[in-house]
Each structure stands twice: as C-alpha cells, then as structure tokens.
C-alpha cells in the first residue's frame, strides 16, 4: 500500500473521488460480482466468475495468472473495451455496465490510457504525432508543459519526427507510454506491455510505469506473465478460472514466482 | 499446387468477388455485342432474301426525286440522274422471254397521320410507293389482311402496323403527308409485306400507280423495274437480256434479286458494324479498366498470404511453381468469370433485341446466334485478361522468400522502390506530351496521328507516374482536410498514400475513365458550338421549315410560305449533285435575293455582295473546297449538269464555311432549265415581325398543317444540329459509365483490402477513444481522396487531349473555339467523389464492425 509522495500533482482529480473505501485512499476503478461468459450451451465459457477487486488511485497493480485464467477478461472489462454478463464494473463513478458504445468509446477516450502488447501506434504518423492522437481525437489541444514533461520521462526528445517503423521496439513502446500518459487519464491499461520486448527495453518501461505512479500519481494496472514484470507492481492480483485466489503486497520477482510455484501444484491436487 | 490454388479461390470468394465481377461485366459486354450482331445479321440476311425471293432481276434508275426511306435500292447518289423508265420499257422487259412478269416500281415520301394530325412514324422511315397488280390483280410483294390494294387516285393501302397505330379501318379517310400538300384519301386495304422498308420499321402508303408517278417522278415513268424470273431462267441470264434493252449512259443500274439481297443485308449488318465497333471499343475500355482492378487483387492477395507462400516455398515449392499456383487462380477466376460474362452477354443481347422492338424499330425474329467463335472470344479476352493482370503479382509472389514463414507477418507495404517506375514514367509522359504538343502545334488535321498516339501513350505514363504523382497531391490535400474533419482527415490523407502503387492503380482506374468522358465533353461541347455558329449565326431567317426525316419538300412550299400574311422572304434551298470540274459536288440553288435576305453569306476573296455574283450566273464557292480544289475567284470551270448539258460557269467569289449552304452556290435560274423537279431540302422563311408562336402557327396554316413539315424557329434549329452531339455525347456517357462502375468496384477492393490490413490500428484508434461513426468518416474520406485524385487526373488529361485534338480539327471546322464545359466538368467531379462514398459503404460498415478485442489483439 504505497501512497504517492507526488499526489500533490493531481490533487484535482483525486478531490473527485469521495466514495473511498478504505477510508483513507481513493478508488480509480472497482469490479464488484463481475461476471463474464462467452458462448452459449455447450460451447459456454466462464471467463470471469463474480470477481470483485478495487483499483485504487496512485497505485500500480498488476494481475497475473495462467492463460485462460480471465485476465485479460477483466482488464477489458474494466477498461470499457468489453461487456460485462452481470455484476458491476466502475471506472471513478460511472458504471460501465449500463453505457452504450459511444458513451463508452468517449469514457475510453478521456479517462483510460492504453499499452498494448504490440505497440500499435500508427505507422503513418510521427512520435509526436502518435503520442498527441488520443487529444486529436478528441479535439483538445495537448497541454504543453506536461506533454514535455512526459517526453522528457520516457526520453523520447530526440525522436519525436521518426516514424514507428524508424524506431525500435524499445522505443515504439516508450512512444505508446508516452501516448497513455499524455492525456493524463484515470487510469491506465498495459497489456502485456513488456511481451514483444527485450530485458532491457522491459525494464526501461516498466520502470517508466513505476515512475509515472510514483512521481507523477498515475494509476496502472498491467496484465503480465512475467513475475519479473510484476515485481515492479505495488501489489499483484493472481487470477485462476475466472476467479481472483491470490494477491500479493509489494512483491519481489521470487515471492511472485513462489506463489505461481504453490497455485500449479495446488491446482494439480484440486 | 493447382488444389491449392482451388482452396485459395474458395477461400477468399469475397474478395475476388470485385474482380470476377470487372472480368464478368467486361466479357458481357464483349459476348452481348458478338451475339447481337450475329443475332441481327442473320435475322436481317434471311429477311432481306426473303423480300427479294420474288425479284430475279431489278433496274434501277438515277431519276431525282426518288428518296426511299427503307433500303431497297442502296444506290450510289451523284451518278447523273436520269428521268426513268417508261412504260415502253417495263413492256419490252416483261416481254423478254425468261422474265415471267415485270413490275414498275415508283417511291418517295408519304407518311399518315393519326387522329390528332401527328405524323405516324419518324419521317425517316415513312415511304410511299405504287400499287402495281399484276394480270391478276394482285401485287406479289403485298398479302392483303383485308380490302384490296388502291386502284384509283384517292385510294391508299396502308401497311398493318400502321394501319394498328392510326386505327384505320378499310373504307375509313386518311389524311396522307408527301412532299406537297396533305391529302385526304380513303384506306381501301391493309398490307403486310416483306419490304425492307416495312420490316425495319417504316410505314408504307400504297396509292395507284398514276397518282404515284404524278408525285414521286413524272407521269409514266418509273424508277425502278423489278422483274420475276421464268422457271428455268437464271437471274444472271435475266440480268443479260435486260441489259440490252437498256441504254448505255449510266443512268440505269441492273442488279440480280441475289445481288439486292445481299447489298441489303450488308447494308444493314454496315449499319449495325458501327454499332458493334463502337461497343467493342467500350467494352475493351471496360476490360482495360478492369486490368487495374484485377492486379491490385492479386497483389493484395499475395501480399496477405505471404506467410503462407513462404511456408510453400520453405516445403520445397520452386518459385515456378508458386507463380503457377497464382496464375492458376487466376485462370479459374478469369474463367469462372468468363462463363458468368457470357451468359450475362446473351441475356443483354436478348434483351436489347427485345428492347429495339419495344422501341418500335421491327427486329426480325430470328433465333439467337451464339456462334462458336463468341464463346471462345468471350472466354479467351475474359481468361486471358486475368492472368495478363495477374502475372505481376505471380511473379512477386514467387520472390517470397522462405524465411518470411518464420518472421514477422509486418512487412512493410511497398518495399521496392519506384525509381525505375518513376523513370519510365517521367520519360513516357515527358515523351507523349512532347508527341502531342507537336502535332497540336502544326493546326490542322496533319497532326491527328501523333496526338492519337501521343495521347494514348499519354495514358499510360500518367498511369505509370501515378504513384509519385500521389504524393505531392496528397500532401497538398492532408491540412485541409485535417482542418476539415480534424483527426479524420488528417489520418484518410496520410492513409490514401501509404500505399502508393495501390492508391494509383485504383485512381487511375477512375481517371481513365474520366479523360475520355472529359475529353468527349470538351470536344462535343466545342464542336457543338462551333456548328452552332455556323447555323444559326449564318442564319437570318427566322424560320426554316423542313420534311420530317429530312425528305425533300414540295417545290410549291416556298411558294405557299410566301402567301401567309408577315412573311417577307420564302427561300427555297434546291439541293443537287453536279458534276463541276469533273468531280460531284453538292451545290445548293436558290434565288439570290431570297438567299440575302435569309442567310448570311460572308464573302472572303469577293468584297461584292454575293447577291449580285448569283444573279449575274456566277457560283460561289466555299472557301475550303475552292482551296482544296484550287480554284480562285474570276477563274472558269466545266459544269457538266444531271440533264447532260455541259457548260461552264465564272467562279464569282468564295465564302466562308456555312453549314446551311452546300459548297457551291448559284442561282435557281441557272440549274432549273438542267433539273426536272427540283429538290428543296429546306425553305428559309423571313418575317417581318420576327418569331412568334403565331407566326410559327400562321406558316403551318398555310401549309395545310401537313404533319410532315416542321416549322423550326432558330432554337430549334439550333437543337437539331446540337442535337445529334448530345445524343452522342448522351451515348457515350452511358457506355463509358460502365468503367466507371468497374473502377468504383476497384475503390472497394482496395478499402477492404485496407481495412483488412488496418483492423489492428482501427481497434487500437476505436480503443483510445475514436467513435464508430468518425472511423467510418475516416475511411470514407480516403475512398473520396483516392477517387478525386484519380478524377482531377483524368479530368485534366482529359482537357489537355481535348485541346490538342481540337487543334487537329480547328482547320476543318471553322469558328472552332474550346469552350470548356465547367459545368460537366463539376458534375463529373462530384459523381467521382460520390463514387468514393458509394464504393465506401461497404468497407466503412465492415470497419465499424470490427470488434475491437479481435482487432487488438495479436496476430
């Protein structure tokens, strides 16, 4: 449970957030009995099965657990990319359950950030151009000095008039940090951000991530695999069968690899 | 490999489907065009023998006067005419001992009108001719369906149909239109015939054969002599025995039934070759459209399977054999498409057989010919088109390399460079429009050759310079475009050029289409007014009454005009062949006073006032044939007239280019005592008080109301002469609207094909936040971007070509001046981009649709 020293720079958005739970610390987003099946009869899949789990303002989680086991479910879910069978999904106050695709689409717009596994940036754009997209879209214009400032952060400076295909991996996803970053969103999504990376871009990114809610107040929840990667999280959720069995405060890579070790031989028994 | 080419087709029937379609359209049009002409041909080849089944020998005589709406005698104008034959002769033929009975034919206009005094028929097609019974009373070319055939004067015979249209009965009065005034006449028989001039849809008036000759010739003659053959007698024996009869001076022509037959068929099937022709340039237009569209499938195609070919190349496939396996698909698409195509085409070539009796011209039924030769040509273009555009990308295919199996499925687009393109394309168009400018600059008609060819070439640089065209254009287009629908825009422009090649060969899909379509319009508009300059601006009479289907009138016309109260001037324009300086010419005849006053003849070499040149004998002489012939004003030149008589005639001035005027003009006096009735195609009217409904009325009184005549005010003699380049002009965008359709199906294949490549990128923009409706926005903007590209392209090649052909015909046509049709050209620019919508549906909705986790998520 690690409080930003720097939450003072988002002070605005945290005034918003009363309905706190633990008392102390603002919710960013919440799942509650949230339930998710694909398919029907016989070809039913029960992807997430009444998982309830609070995001809390400022802090990076992350969710690990086997494929299949639901995550990248309720990260879709609660980032308003997918629809939820029942229970509830929220993102600060507003229920996603009950918006429709063009309410959702502009929740998405103004309030998540995104990092995908494969970049996805715009092949046809620049760095600047790709990291300032979600405001076009949007039709703000960028606030300057932050926008700098996260250039700066994921050390792009030099690089801004590249194209995607002139950068490498490493710095295509420090562009696609930078995007996520650079609308100041509630929340932020990764997935697998670190999959198609190399150990040292992973650790320069990851490490981004870290700051960015350590200096800067973000909000992060990354679906990752790698106990390496979690091991930059403030707490990982472990996910199985649709179903939240674990979670782990501060963890180090080998605590994370510990409790992965006890699930596969625990689930075996089961 | 040739399973795997058969599992690929079934695999990716959505997406071939746009290209069998191009194939499919291009080959309909091809088969539907074959079929038809073999259709009608044979249709009209055994009609046209079965009209003449009864004729074993025909004599036809040059005598004026003698217009014929139908095609019996397809006989060459200009040969001096003679008076025709007598009666004397037709007994001396039928007396020849192989000759069973000789008929005497005479024909010229005659048209009836229904209840409301409209002329039944379009005046072309309306003829009238004699009733000429046999010993036995009957006329062997007629059946009668009830009553009998005219026997006096005031009896007419009317064909059924026609008979049909105007409800007549027997016993019931007609009123009948011919060349002088209407006549009220009593039906005393409807017909059905075989005539030629019935069958293609004409109207026939039978009257006696006195009251014939009294209008159509002169009392006692004939024009024409059919005879029957004796059994036994061959037509060619016939043709020797008559020709004996007849005297040597040209004036009478003999043909066998056989050889009448087949001039009219041929002259039917020429009439329809033009037709065909004309088609199967549009349908290699389509096909040449179609070309693009099937390379960028096959393109896109091997680009997606890239992974797969690799695999087949890393199995041990040799690059021959992956080139065969895209060949192969492409044969069995090409051919899937042929087949399509064709049966596509015989249902159109049913069908405008179908359509051309409802119009009211008469088809002759007749089977439908598919001939063999169809079928192979339709399937070896729509075949052979395929794998011709095919072969490019089958041979990119098979440079895969085997290691693209185990990399990365983003590779990027295009990754050869264009530099040779653009090389070949920069020296192709430079080259070309080098060509062109030159033979633009010579002026005259010398220069066709090179701007033909030059423009062709022309095409096909820009075709091949497309892609680095794109860039600039684009670039120039992205701010503001981005300024305009912001993010959206920004990101169509950026899109429509990031495949080059692709973008250009859909864009230049379009622009082929529009060059041609613009460059007809300038021309056609051009030229239209420049004809219109030459009529009516040479014309200051205000009415110019004419026969319906351009018959000659009755030489009293002008004469009736003259009497109706506020006409100042009734100018007959007599119309002749005749030999001057030992070549035919058109020479028109009229009084020189009534000539002034009605026409503007602008002297060049002459300051003189033509008028008086006319009245003193002279002729005046256009100024383009008094150059081409060499002839100047003062100079003298031998006439020889149709009657024989030979004479010379003082060149008294020459003039410039007058559509209403004939090249040569001289004096009535001077031709009538040469002309045994004259031919007056058209009498100009001056009035005193200028045009008015009334005025138009008031002629048309004094004429009797004949349903025959036109009384045209200055527009709409206008709209008859522009009439014929709308018409065309009309046609021509009909036809080439086909390309169009064939390169919006382009537009779609390359949309999809994007969209398919982008769904990752569309789910990553959906997901940051960008809403279904502005993704549709963004890639309906690149469908409006790729077309307008490919439309400004083709509309200013299009008005280049149109500038230097113009060049090539201004000598010919004086007053040339382009005028461009801003307008038209609007109206093109605006259906292309509604081309790009339209073309946009589709892929957009797919776009939309797109799931986004799906979309995300990798491949």
């Given at each position: 449970m690690t409080t930003s020293p720097a939450s003072g720079t988002r002070a605005d958005d945290a005034d918003d957030a009363d309905e706190a739970d633990d008392c102390t610390v603002a919710v960013a987003a919440r799942a509650t009995d949230l339930t998710k099946v694909y398919g029907q009869g016989e070809t039913r899949v029960v992807a997430l099965d009444g998982v309830s789990i609070t995001f809390r303002k400022g802090e990076f989680t992350a969710i690990m657990g086997p494929s299949g086991s639901g995550k990248s479910t309720l990260m879709h879910c609660m980032a308003g990319l997918d629809a939820v069978t029942a229970g509830s999904a929220r993102l600060g106050d507003t229920e996603l359950s009950v918006l429709k695709d063009k309410q959702l689409t502009r929740l998405r717009r103004d309030k998540v950030g995104f990092v995908f596994q494969a970049f996805n940036l715009l092949p046809t754009l620049t760095a600047a151009e790709n990291i300032t997209l979600p405001m076009d879209i949007a039709g703000r214009k960028p606030d300057r000095l932050w926008l700098e400032k996260v250039i700066e952060t994921v050390g792009l400076a030099g690089r801004l008039s590249h194209r995607p295909a002139q950068l490498s991996g490493g710095q295509q996803q420090r562009v696609a940090v930078a995007r996520a970053l650079a609308t100041r969103p509630e929340i932020i999504f990764a997935d697998e951000p670190t999959g198609n990376l190399d150990s040292q871009s992973s650790a320069e990114i990851l490490g981004f991530l870290r700051n960015s809610v350590r200096e800067m107040g973000q909000t992060v929840v990354m679906v990752t695999h790698d106990p390496v990667a979690a091991s930059y999280a403030d707490r990982v959720v472990f996910l199985a069968d649709g179903r939240i069995v674990d979670e782990l405060e501060s963890p180090t890579a080998e605590a994370v690899l510990e409790r992965i070790r006890r699930f596969s031989t625990g689930s075996s028994h089961g | 490999m040739s399973r795997t080419a058969l599992r690929n087709v079934l695999a990716h029937k959505a997406r071939l489907l746009m290209t069998a379609v191009s194939v499919m359209l291009g080959v309909a049009f091809v088969s539907g065009t074959l079929v038809f002409s073999d259709t009608l041909g044979t249709a009209f080849k055994n009609q046209s023998a079965k009209s003449y089944a009864h004729v074993a020998v025909a004599i036809s005589s040059n005598a004026s006067g003698?217009?014929?709406?139908?095609?019996?005698?397809?006989?060459?104008?200009?040969?001096?005419?003679?008076?025709?034959?007598?009666?004397?002769?037709?007994?001396?033929?039928?007396?020849?001992?192989?000759?069973?009975?000789?008929?005497?034919?005479?024909?010229?206009?005659?048209?009836?009108?229904?209840?409301?005094?409209?002329?039944?028929?379009?005046?072309?097609?309306?003829?009238?001719?004699?009733?000429?019974?046999?010993?036995?009373?009957?006329?062997?070319?007629?059946?009668?369906?009830?009553?009998?055939?005219?026997?006096?004067?005031?009896?007419?015979?009317?064909?059924?149909?026609?008979?049909?249209?105007?409800?007549?009965?027997?016993?019931?009065?007609?009123?009948?239109?011919?060349?002088?005034?209407?006549?009220?006449?009593?039906?005393?028989?409807?017909?059905?015939?075989?005539?030629?001039?019935?069958?293609?849809?004409?109207?026939?008036?039978?009257?006696?054969?006195?009251?014939?000759?009294?209008?159509?010739?002169?009392?006692?003659?004939?024009?024409?002599?059919?005879?029957?053959?004796?059994?036994?007698?061959?037509?060619?024996?016939?043709?020797?025995?008559?020709?004996?009869?007849?005297?040597?001076?040209?004036?009478?022509?003999?043909?066998?039934?056989?050889?009448?037959?087949?001039?009219?068929?041929?002259?039917?099937?020429?009439?329809?070759?033009?037709?065909?022709?004309?088609?199967?340039?549009?349908?290699?237009?389509?096909?040449?459209?179609?070309?693009?569209?099937?390379?960028?499938?096959?393109?896109?195609?091997?680009?997606?399977?890239?992974?797969?070919?690799?695999?087949?190349?890393?199995?041990?496939?040799?690059?021959?054999?992956?080139?065969?396996?895209?060949?192969?698909?492409?044969?069995?698409?090409?051919?899937?498409?042929?087949?399509?195509?064709?049966?596509?085409?015989?249902?159109?070539?049913?069908?405008?057989?179908?359509?051309?009796?409802?119009?009211?011209?008469?088809?002759?039924?007749?089977?439908?010919?598919?001939?063999?030769?169809?079928?192979?040509?339709?399937?070896?273009?729509?075949?052979?088109?395929?794998?011709?555009?095919?072969?490019?990308?089958?041979?990119?295919?098979?440079?895969?390399?085997?290691?693209?199996?185990?990399t990365s499925a983003e590779l990027p687009a295009s990754a050869k460079s264009l530099l040779l393109r653009n090389t070949i394309g920069v020296i192709l168009t430079g080259g070309s429009a080098g060509l062109v400018v030159a033979g633009a600059a010579n002026g005259d008609s010398s220069g066709r050759w090179p701007v033909g060819i030059g423009a062709f070439l022309l095409l096909i640089g820009l075709i091949v310079l497309t892609p680095l065209l794109s860039r600039p254009v684009l670039a120039v287009v992205r701010p503001p475009l981005a300024r305009a629908f912001g993010v959206c825009g920004n990101l169509a422009a950026r899109n429509a050029h990031r495949n080059p090649r692709r973008t250009a060969a859909t864009a230049s899909a379009l622009a082929i289409g529009l060059t041609l379509i613009t460059g007809l319009s300038v021309l056609g508009v051009s030229i239209g007014r420049s004809l219109d300059k030459a009529t009516v601006g040479n014309l200051s009479a205000d009415y110019m009454v004419r026969m319906a289907g351009g018959m000659p009138l009755d030489p009293s016309v002008a004469n009736e005009i003259s009497k109706v109260g506020g006409v100042t001037a009734a100018t007959a324009l007599e119309l002749a062949y005749i030999d001057i300086g030992g070549k035919i010419s058109?020479?028109?005849?009229?009084?020189?006073?009534?000539?002034?006053?009605?026409?503007?003849?602008?002297?060049?070499?002459?300051?003189?006032?033509?008028?008086?040149?006319?009245?003193?004998?002279?002729?005046?002489?256009?100024?383009?044939?008094?150059?081409?012939?060499?002839?100047?004003?003062?100079?003298?030149?031998?006439?020889?007239?149709?009657?024989?008589?030979?004479?010379?005639?003082?060149?008294?001035?020459?003039?410039?280019?007058?559509?209403?005027?004939?090249?040569?003009?001289?004096?009535?006096?001077?031709?009538?005592?040469?002309?045994?009735?004259?031919?007056?195609?058209?009498?100009?009217?001056?009035?005193?008080?200028?045009?008015?409904?009334?005025?138009?009325?008031?002629?048309?009184?004094?004429?009797?109301?004949n349903p025959a005549l036109s009384v045209m005010d200055r527009q709409k003699i206008r709209n008859t002469f522009g009439g014929l380049i709308n018409n065309m002009l009309t046609l021509m965008y009909g036809l080439l609207g086909m390309s169009l359709i064939i390169a919006a199906l382009g537009v779609v294949n390359t949309l999809a094909m994007s969209v398919f490549e982008r769904r990752r990128e569309i789910g990553m923009l959906r997901a940051i936040g960008l809403e279904r409706g502005r993704v549709k926005r963004m890639i309906r903007l690149e469908a409006v971007v790729i077309s307008l590209f490919g439309a400004v392209s083709g509309v200013a090649l299009g008005l280049f070509i149109a500038w230097a052909t113009g060049r090539t015909i201004s000598a010919d046509l004086q007053g040339y001046v382009m005028v461009l049709p801003w307008d038209r050209i609007a109206i093109f620019l605006g259906l292309s981009a509604l081309v790009g919508i339209l073309a946009a549906v589709w892929p957009t909705r797919r776009a939309a649709r797109l799931d986004v986790l799906d979309a995300i998520k990798i491949s």
């Open positions: - | 003698s217009n014929v709406g139908g095609g019996i005698r397809p006989k060459a104008r200009g040969l001096a005419a003679g008076k025709g034959f007598t009666q004397q002769t037709l007994d001396k033929i039928s007396k020849l001992p192989g000759v069973a009975s000789a008929v005497g034919r005479v024909s010229g206009f005659a048209g009836a009108a229904d209840s409301k005094g409209k002329l039944i028929g379009n005046g072309w097609s309306n003829t009238g001719a004699n009733f000429a019974p046999g010993p036995d009373g009957k006329d062997p070319r007629y059946t009668f369906v009830a009553g009998s055939g005219p026997a006096q004067t005031g009896d007419v015979a009317l064909d059924k149909d026609t008979a049909a249209k105007g409800g007549f009965h027997v016993g019931d009065p007609v009123e009948v239109a011919t060349n002088g005034p209407v006549k009220t006449y009593t039906v005393t028989g409807i017909f059905t015939t075989d005539d030629g001039a019935v069958t293609a849809g004409g109207s026939l008036v039978l009257f006696d054969t006195a009251s014939a000759q009294q209008m159509y010739l002169s009392p006692g003659h004939f024009q024409e002599i059919t005879a029957a053959g004796a059994k036994g007698a061959s037509q060619q024996q016939i043709l020797e025995e008559v020709k004996q009869l007849l005297p040597k001076d040209g004036t009478a022509d003999t043909q066998t039934g056989k050889q009448l037959a087949d001039a009219q068929a041929k002259q039917i099937e020429d009439s329809f070759s033009v037709m065909s022709t004309m088609l199967m340039v549009f349908a290699a237009i389509a096909l040449f459209v179609g070309i693009f569209l099937i390379a960028n499938t096959f393109t896109m195609l091997v680009a997606q399977r890239t992974k797969e070919l690799a695999l087949l190349r890393a199995l041990g496939a040799s690059r021959r054999q992956i080139t065969c396996s895209v060949l192969t698909e492409a044969f069995i698409v090409g051919a899937t498409a042929s087949a399509a195509g064709l049966a596509l085409g015989v249902a159109i070539a049913s069908g405008l057989h179908t359509a051309m009796s409802g119009f009211g011209a008469k088809v002759p039924a007749g089977p439908l010919i598919i001939a063999s030769t169809t079928v192979v040509a339709a399937c070896a273009v729509g075949v052979l088109i395929t794998m011709l555009a095919a072969w490019l990308p089958a041979r990119r295919a098979a440079r895969i390399p085997p290691v693209a199996a185990m058109a020479v028109t005849a009229a009084d020189p006073r009534g000539l002034a006053e009605t026409v503007q003849v602008s002297m060049v070499t002459e300051s003189r006032s033509p008028q008086k040149a006319l009245a003193e004998g002279k002729v005046l002489v256009e100024n383009k044939t008094a150059k081409s012939r060499g002839w100047k004003t003062g100079d003298v030149v031998r006439v020889s007239y149709p009657d024989g008589t030979k004479a010379e005639v003082t060149i008294g001035g020459t003039f410039a280019d007058n559509l209403v005027l004939s090249p040569v003009v001289m004096s009535d006096s001077l031709l009538a005592p040469h002309m045994g009735k004259p031919e007056v195609p058209q009498v100009l009217v001056k009035t005193a008080g200028g045009a008015s409904a009334k005025m138009a009325q008031a002629i048309a009184d004094g004429l009797g109301n």
